[in-house]
């Protein structure tokens, strides 16, 4: 018995994604499509996530939206282009005569409610699995079924690629309407299972320009941005998909450095300059590539978005060392001081 006045409730679960070859710069900031495709491994379900739960209700007046417990704009451009989208495609499948939503249902108004399990200011891309997150349960909760990356994406570009687990690439496309800017897994979750991702908090403050705005002055500003978009990532994106099949960690781990460096160096030819590494980034740096000069060969990958976080990559082996090395370096206390530079080991892949 379905009572009309109840509330319909679904909660999901989305992961955060780290970026191994970078997404940085749009060719159209509406419909949020990359000037080059990129490639992310997905934590698993129960690391760094977002979970969303979203009520609907014929007693709703409007739509509402909470994030961590403090209600949100919901007109924001953004969440309204998801919002729209979801409910076009349930309307579509209404009248094509699919089992769906009742009109009832599609006309009803939702209620939005959003929580990280991560602190949202460490900079550890809450946007990817806030909007993943957003448009999986909305699709839940009116009945859409398929492909759903090119909504995530109007959310969030990064967002597309939370819509799968694993190694997953997003192509970037050359439609004007955005219709092939879509993500595909490259290999499952279960491929890979001696990969291992550890986060080093550099510092958990917000960071000072955030990569909307980032990422438009790169693209007024930065030639190194055009020729990486237009000559380095299509040549990475091949030689990465073929590292994640063969398990070549090396390969993996040094396209990886070199693509988040090189990354780096565009936000540093934007002018003014974008800087998102900070003192203790730089020395992370050196102790990834100290490390791996010591044993001959590459067994530790660095990785850092807008944000001065490391991204560990390893494998399963190497761990329990590598964080005592870690734990070596940088103590996480001095004379019962919380140490500045303090690096706080957040989650395992
Ligand atoms: C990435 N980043 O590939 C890159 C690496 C940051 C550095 O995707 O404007 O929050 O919402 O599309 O997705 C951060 O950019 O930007 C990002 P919008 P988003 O993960």
Known sequence: EERTEQPHIVTCTAPVNIAVIK??????????????????????????KTTTTVATSRSFQEDRIWLNGKEEDITHPRLQS??????RLARKRRNDGDSGVDS????????????????????LASSA????????????????????SGIARQGS??????????????IMGNKEDGKDSLAQQVEPETHWPELRI??????????????????????????LLKHRAESVVPGRMVEMTEAIRKKDFAAFAELTMKDSNQFHATCLDT????????????????????????????????????????????????????????????????????NQGACILLGYF
Not at 111 to 120: E, G, K, L
Not at 301 to 314: K, L, M, Q, S
Request: glycine fraction near 8%.
């Open 23 to 48: 997404y940085w710069g749009k060719r159209n900031e509406d419909l949020i499509l990359p000037i080059n495709s990129s490639l992310s491994v997905t934590l698993h379900q129960d690391q760094l």
């Open 82 to 87: 998801c919002l729209r989208e979801i409910r």
């Open 104 to 123: 009832a249902s599609l006309s009803h108004k939702v209620h939005i409610c959003s929580v990280n399990n991560f602190p949202t200011a460490a900079g």
């Open 129 to 148: 699995a806030g909007f993943a997150c957003l448009v999986y349960t909305l699709a839940r909760v009116f009945g859409v079924e398929g492909e759903l």
């Open 157 to 170: 570009g990064s967002a597309c690629r939370s819509m799968y687990g694993g190694f997953v690439q997003w």
């Open 198 to 223: 550890l986060v080093l908090v550099a510092s958990a403050e917000r960071k000072p320009v955030g990569s909307t705005s980032g990422m438009q002055t790169s693209v007024k500003t930065s030639c």
């Open 271 to 338: 002018y003014p300059p974008i800087f998102y590494l900070n003192h203790v980034s730089q020395q992370i740096i050196s102790l990834v590539h100290r490390y791996n000069k010591h044993y001959g060969e590459t067994r530790v990958a660095y990785t850092f978005d807008a944000g001065p976080n490391a991204v560990i990559f390893t494998l399963q082996q190497h761990v329990p060392e590598f964080v005592h090395v870690v734990q070596h370096f940088f103590p996480p206390e001095t004379n019962g001081q919380v």
